[in-house]
Structures are given as structure tokens and as C-alpha cells.
């Protein structure tokens, strides 16, 4: 084989070779989805990763999971509220940071209202929830899904002990007196069995105070 049949030669392969390179790239390209265009990456499906595994009993009527649009949550059941007549009334419970028991608090973290009324959980500072820790055995639980802005109506009478799932340890948590207090002694059995999670000395009787000053 002389020099030019060897360049012909050389030359040939090396067409084919780039022949098959692009071929397999193109290939490629065209079955490898495209990872930008996988499921929306909004806030909503980061909280989705880390909110707290547990059955919700609640449905959310706000208007879809790509937005941080406040939401209403009411029960999968019938709920009393719906023939009760009265002037009921809405307050409101901020997530903060820091307030005026420390860092990571709810505001106000004691609160009374009669049945039917709401609490809307507004979530002051990014990061927090609303789930509930124990309540009225006849009642529905909880969970504010990190909305912004979250409404609950309460139809069962009683004490509810609710935290802040990622914040639990720190003794983010509530109390909401619905009318009566009559689980009062199981309440304070949960009260002390949050407590003993909470890794923050300064705060870790800070439910067992606001129980002992506000439940009568």
C-alpha cells in the first residue's frame, strides 16, 4: 500500500468514525429527557421533601401546589360549624423567629376561642409549620403544609397541643383552648412528653408554664 492509498485508507476511517460519534450523540440527545423540564422545581415541591410524614385529614381548597397561596383547611367530616349559628370569629397566630418567649415561637402561643371559631397561622418568618401534637379525642388534626397563610375552624371543644415540626426540639409549640378544658389531665400527661424532647434548657418548660398559668 503506497502513501496515497494509505491517506485514502486513513481518511476513510476517520469518516466513518465521526460518522458513528454524531450518530450516538444525536441518538442521545433525543431519549435523554431533559432535566430542566422535569416536574416544576418551585418552593412548594422543596416543602413537599421535608414536611413531616403522618396522615393529613384535612383537605387544602387553596388553588394549586405550584403557588404559596393561602390556603382553608376543613375537615374530611361533617362538621358541626356548618348548621351552628353565631358571630364566629377568625384570629391570628404568627410563626416567628424570635418573639417575645424567645426564638422560635408562635404568637400568641396561648390562645381561647369559643367553638367554630378560626385561627389563621400566618407564617411570619420562612421555615415553619403548624401540626398538630394532641387534641380533643374526637377531633380532626392539623398540618399548615408551610402555606403562608393557613385558616383552621375548630369544632371540638377542648385543648390542643400543636409544634413546628422542624423546630420541635427548640420547643416551638401552642396551646389553643377551644371553649372548655375538659382533657385537661391528658394534655398535661402530653405536655410533659413533648418536653422531654425539647434540647433547649431556657425553653423547655415553656408549654408546662403557659399550660399552668392559662389552663384553669
Same mark, same amino acid.
Do not use: W
Given at each position: 500500500? &503506497?502513501d496515497?492509498?494509505?491517506?485514502?485508507?486513513?481518511l476513510?476511517?476517520?469518516?466513518?468514525?465521526?460518522?458513528? /460519534?454524531?450518530?450516538?450523540? /444525536?441518538?442521545?440527545?433525543?431519549v435523554s429527557?431533559d432535566?430542566?423540564?422535569?416536574? !416544576?422545581?418551585t418552593?412548594? !415541591?422543596v416543602?413537599?421533601r421535608?414536611?413531616?410524614?403522618?396522615?393529613? &385529614?384535612?383537605? %387544602?381548597?387553596?388553588?394549586? %401546589?405550584d403557588?404559596?397561596?393561602?390556603?382553608?383547611?376543613?375537615?374530611?367530616?361533617e362538621s358541626i360549624?356548618k348548621?351552628a349559628?353565631g358571630d364566629f370569629?377568625?384570629?391570628?397566630?404568627?410563626?416567628?423567629?424570635?418573639g417575645?418567649l424567645?426564638?422560635m415561637?408562635?404568637?400568641?402561643?396561648?390562645i381561647?376561642i369559643?367553638?367554630?371559631?378560626s385561627?389563621n397561622?400566618?407564617m411570619a418568618?420562612?421555615?415553619? &409549620?403548624?401540626v398538630?401534637?394532641?387534641?380533643?379525642?374526637?377531633?380532626?388534626p /392539623?398540618?399548615?403544609?408551610?402555606?403562608?397563610s393557613?385558616?383552621?375552624?375548630?369544632?371540638?371543644?377542648?385543648?390542643?397541643?400543636?409544634k413546628?415540626a422542624?423546630?420541635?426540639?427548640m420547643a416551638?409549640?401552642?396551646?389553643?383552648?377551644?371553649?372548655?378544658?375538659?382533657?385537661k !389531665?391528658?394534655?398535661k400527661?402530653?405536655?410533659?412528653?413533648?418536653?422531654?424532647?425539647?434540647?433547649?434548657?431556657?425553653?423547655?418548660?415553656?408549654? !408546662?408554664?403557659l399550660?399552668?398559668? &392559662?389552663i384553669?
Amino acid at each position: 500500500m &503506497n502513501d496515497k492509498q494509505f491517506m485514502t485508507f486513513f481518511l476513510g476511517v476517520m469518516g466513518v468514525l465521526l460518522i458513528i /460519534f454524531f450518530s450516538i450523540f /444525536f441518538i442521545a440527545q433525543l431519549v435523554s429527557p431533559d432535566k430542566r423540564a422535569d416536574d !416544576s422545581f418551585t418552593v412548594n !415541591s422543596v416543602v413537599k421533601r421535608i414536611a413531616p410524614i403522618g396522615q393529613l &385529614n384535612y383537605t %387544602d381548597s387553596s388553588s394549586s %401546589d405550584d403557588t404559596l397561596e393561602s390556603q382553608v383547611l376543613a375537615p374530611k367530616r361533617e362538621s358541626i360549624c356548618k348548621t351552628a349559628k353565631g358571630d364566629f370569629k377568625t384570629y391570628v397566630v404568627k410563626m416567628l423567629n424570635q418573639g417575645a418567649l424567645g426564638s422560635m415561637v408562635f404568637e400568641p402561643a396561648f390562645i381561647k376561642i369559643n367553638t367554630c371559631d378560626s385561627i389563621n397561622f400566618e407564617m411570619a418568618d420562612a421555615g415553619h &409549620n403548624a401540626v398538630t401534637v394532641a387534641a380533643p379525642s374526637d377531633s380532626v388534626p /392539623f398540618d399548615t403544609k408551610y402555606k403562608p397563610s393557613t385558616v383552621v375552624q375548630f369544632d371540638t371543644d377542648g385543648i390542643y397541643l400543636y409544634k413546628c415540626a422542624p423546630h420541635a426540639m427548640m420547643a416551638m409549640a401552642g396551646l389553643i383552648q377551644v371553649s372548655d378544658t375538659s382533657n385537661k !389531665s391528658e394534655m398535661k400527661s402530653e405536655i410533659e412528653q413533648f418536653e422531654s424532647s425539647v434540647m433547649i434548657p431556657a425553653a423547655k418548660t415553656r408549654m !408546662s408554664d403557659l399550660f399552668n398559668k &392559662n389552663i384553669k
